[in-house]
C-alpha cells in the first residue's frame, strides 16, 4: 500500500505494539532568547551572525513556545500521542555555562511547567538534554572540543535531574552528534560553524563522554529510560565503481559506526585511515558504553556517495537515482526502503548489544506557504510518513525490536542554518503571530494512533 495513507490489517497489528511521540527542540520552538535570564548559546552567536541563516531569521519569537507551552500541550493531547520529545535548554538553567553557577530558577520554572501541563494532560514528557545549544562560554574554551566540557555538561544535568527527576523518567542524554561534530564542527554548515574536517572528530568521544555522564547521573535520579538520539543514514555507493564504494564505507564510517560502534560495543571502528586519534583515558569506553534502556534512532533519508581523489573529502554527495525528494531537494530523497534495511543490519550487527530501538525522529519537510488561511493538505508528507512507518513495520515482523516511533516535528519551527524555509511540522506555525494551524497530517496521524489503541 504504499503511496497511500491507508496501512494493511497486519501492519496496523505491529504498529499497536509501539508508543507514538512527536518531537520539537528548545532553540527551534520556544524564541524568548532574551527573556527569564536565559544566556547565550553557539545558536544565539550563530544566528546573530549575519549570512549565516538563509532566510535571515533569529528563532525569535519563531512558534514562541515559551509563551504557548499549553497550547502545544494542548495540541499533544488532542494527537492522542503517548509522549511528547521536548528539549531543555542548557542556557536557561546554567546561563553562563561556568562551575558552580547557581541554576537559573526561572529556567528550571519553565519547564517544571511544562512536565506539569503534559502529566496533567495524560502525556509522558520525553526530555532531551542536549539538543545543541551549548553555552557560548564553553564554546569560547574549546566547546566539545574541550574535554572540561563534559564536567560541565554533568553539573546542568545535575540541575535539571534534581528538579524534574521525580516527574520525568524517559530521557534522552544527546541529539545528534554526528550533525554537531559533522556540521557543526567539521563543515561549518551549523553552529558553532568551525571548519576542521578530520580534526573535529574528537568533538564526537567528548559528546560521547557527555552522554554517559548523564545517563549514570540519571539512573542516581531513578530514571527509567534513558538513552541517545543518534542520526543515521544508510549510504549508498553512486555506482559499483571500487573507487563510489571505498567513498561509502568512508561515509558509513565517519557518520553511522562512529557513534554506534562505542555507544554499543565499548570500542571505535578502526579511525587508521582517516589519521585520528581520540582522546581516549581509561574508563572513558566503559562510560560510554554504559548499558542504555533503549536506542534513540533519528532517521531521515539515505545519502548517495561518489569518490573524489582530488578534495578536501575522500567523497562528495550526490543525489540518489530516480528517488523522490523532500523540500530540500535532491540530497534529501525518499527512500523508506532504506530505513528497514538499515535497522535490519543493525540488528544483525550488534546483535544483543542493542537495546530496543525508539525512532526517535523521523519526518519531512514541502514547501508550504508562511501564512495559511485554511488547514494545508500536506498529502506528501502523510505518504512519506506511511511509508516509514510501513518500513518500521516490516523491521519490526523481521524480528528487530522497535519500541516507538517519534515525529518530526510536532510543530513548523527554526530549522537551523535554513531558518523557516522549510517546514516539518503536523501544525502550521505562523511565525508572525505564532498562530498554530493543525495540517492534514495532524489528523491522519491522530486517527493512526486511535486505530492502533482501539
Ligand atoms: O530540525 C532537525 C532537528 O533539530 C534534528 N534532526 C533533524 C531535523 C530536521 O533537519
Known amino acids: 500500500m504504499a503511496g497511500t495513507s491507508e496501512f494493511s490489517p497486519q501492519t496496523l497489528q505491529t504498529l499497536s505494539g509501539l508508543r507514538f511521540s512527536a518531537a520539537t527542540a528548545a532553540f527551534q520552538i520556544e524564541g524568548a532568547r532574551t527573556l527569564g535570564g536565559r544566556g547565550r548559546s553557539i545558536w544565539d552567536d550563530f544566528v546573530d551572525d549575519p549570512g549565516n541563516v538563509l532566510d535571515s531569521s533569529t528563532a525569535d519569537p519563531g512558534p514562541d513556545s515559551y509563551h504557548r507551552s499549553a497550547e502545544d500541550v494542548e495540541l499533544l493531547a488532542g494527537l492522542g500521542v503517548d509522549r511528547y520529545r521536548f528539549s531543555i535548554s542548557w542556557v536557561r538553567i546554567i546561563p553562563d555555562g561556568k562551575q558552580g553557577t547557581k541554576p537559573n530558577a526561572v529556567g528550571l520554572d519553565y519547564y517544571e511547567r511544562l512536565v506539569d501541563e503534559l502529566l496533567a494532560a495524560g502525556v509522558r514528557p520525553e526530555a532531551t538534554l542536549y539538543h545543541w545549544d551549548l553555552p557560548s562560554s564553553l564554546e569560547a574554551t574549546g ?20 528538579r524534574l527527576g521525580d516527574r520525568v523518567h524517559h530521557w534522552y542524554t544527546i541529539n545528534e552528534p554526528a550533525s554537531t561534530s559533522l556540521q557543526g564542527y567539521a563543515l561549518g554548515e551549523l553552529a558553532p560553524g568551525r571548519t576542521m574536517l578530520f580534526d573535529a572528530l574528537p568533538s564526537v568521544h567528548h559528546q560521547l563522554l557527555a552522554h554517559g555522564t548523564a545517563a549514570t ?91 573524489v581523489d582530488d578534495g578536501p573529502l575522500p567523497f562528495e554527495m550526490v543525489p540518489t537515482p530516480q528517488a523522490a525528494t523532500t523540500g530540500f531537494g535532491p540530497l534529501w530523497p525518499i527512500r523508506p526502503d532504506t530505513l528497514r534495511d538499515f535497522l535490519i543490519d543493525m540488528g544483525t550487527r550488534y546483535g544483543v548489544r542493542l537495546p530496543p530501538i525508539v525512532i526517535s525522529e523521523n519526518g519531512a519537510s514541502f514547501p508550504e506557504p508562511e501564512i495559511c488561511t485554511e488547514p494545508i493538505r500536506d498529502d506528501e508528507r502523510i505518504a512519506y510518513l506511511h511509508d516509514h512507518l510501513v518500513a518500521v513495520a516490516e523491521t519490526v515482523d523481521a524480528g528487530v525490536r522497535v519500541d516507538g516511533y517519534t515525529v518530526w516535528s510536532l510543530l513548523d519551527n527554526f530549522e537551523w542554518a535554513h531558518g523557516y524555509t522549510q517546514r516539518f511540522g503536523l501544525v502550521h506555525v505562523n511565525m508572525e503571530t505564532g498562530q498554530r494551524t493543525p495540517k492534514s497530517s495532524y489528523e491522519w496521524y491522530r486517527d493512526l494512533i486511535a486505530s492502533v489503541r482501539a
Open 143 to 162: 566547546g566539545w572540543l574541550n574535554r572540561d566540557t563534559v564536567h560541565r555538561f554533568g553539573e546542568y544535568v545535575e540541575a535539571v535531574a534534581n
Open 217 to 307: 547521573i540519571l539512573r542516581e535520579h531513578g530514571a527509567q529510560q534513558v538513552g541517545a538520539a543518534i542520526n543515521h543514514s544508510l549510504i549508498l555507493p553512486e555506482t559499483d565503481a571500487e573507487a563510489d564504494h571505498a567513498a561509502a564505507a568512508i561515509l558509513d564510517l565517519i557518520y553511522n559506526r562512529l557513534f554506534a560502534d562505542p555507544l554499543l560495543l565499548g570500542e571505535y571502528p578502526d579511525l587508521d585511515a582517516l589519521g585520528v586519534q581520540m582522546p581516549i583515558y581509561d574508563g572513558d569506553m566503559e562510560l560510554i558504553s554504559t548499558p542504555c534502556d533503549v536506542y534513540g534512532f533519528n532517521y531521515y533519508n539515505p545519502t548517495t556517495v561518489r569518490g
